[in-house]
């Protein structure tokens, strides 16, 4: 089993920035995704982006491109992965949702049915 807590949400206006993470506890994978996810009022989730459990790869939806980092921390005691958001805009409000899978075949990065666990989510509110 993965627990996945998020913190890290708040309000913010336009153009301004928010970190959220997401700390990882349980076990851990060779392989998978740890993803970013966001679903608004009245819309489907959304891919966000993902990083693989080594942290060598990142994937990013349109949306975050250029605008949105994803890292992890995985030293010591630490299995954290964190979103940066930069230029936040009031389209980006919603929650948002760390999701883990640890599948060793192939599974779509930014489908949320292939992440096996999910945390709570943490409300990310842009006002312009």
């Known amino acids: 089993q993965v627990e996945l807590v998020e913190s890290g949400g708040g309000s913010v206006q336009a153009g301004g920035s928010l970190r959220l993470s997401c700390a990882a506890s349980?076990?851990?994978?060779?392989?998978?995704?740890l993803g970013w996810f966001r679903q608004a009022p009245g819309k489907e989730r959304e891919f966000v982006g993902a990083i693989t459990w080594s942290g060598d790869d990142t994937y990013y939806a349109d949306l975050s491109k250029g605008r949105f980092t994803i890292s992890r921390d995985n030293t010591n005691t630490k299995n954290t992965v964190y979103l940066q958001m930069n230029s936040l805009k009031p389209e980006d409000t919603a929650v948002y949702y760390c999701?883990?899978?640890?599948?060793?075949?192939?599974?779509?990065?930014?489908?949320?049915?292939?992440?096996?666990?999910w945390g709570q989510g943490t409300q990310v509110t842009v006002s312009s």
């Open positions: 999701a883990a899978t640890g599948s060793a075949t192939y599974v779509p990065v930014s489908l949320a049915d292939s992440y096996d666990y």
């Open positions: 349980g076990r851990t994978f060779s392989s998978g995704y």
